[in-house]
């Protein structure tokens, strides 16, 4: 997906928080919830788009989707984990 270079220096664009890459028990989740609808983005929009991967800030509360290999380190695009647990 990343390059390890790459994936070292990315940090969350809000909190300066480092990023790792989310683990495939997440992105199922974060897949399915976004093919039933229930997928919003911190802006308050459903998610539509196809989530390819993501990257986990480091305290685990945003996952900022991957699309079309180009990760979206965008504050509203990123994705709430919180909203999973409901």
Do not use: F, H, T, W
Request: proline share 7%; hydrophobic share 50%.
């Amino acid at each position: 997906m990343l390059d390890r270079e790459l994936l070292a220096s990315l940090v969350c664009p809000e909190s300066r928080q480092p990023l790792e890459v989310a683990d495939e028990a997440l992105m199922q989740r974060l897949i399915a919830a976004a093919a039933a609808g229930k997928l919003r983005n911190r802006a308050g929009r459903v998610v539509q788009e196809p989530i390819q991967g993501g990257l986990v800030r480091q305290d685990r509360a945003y996952v900022y989707p991957v699309i079309d290999d180009i990760p979206v380190l965008l504050v509203d695009e990123a994705i709430p984990l919180a909203q999973l647990s409901d």
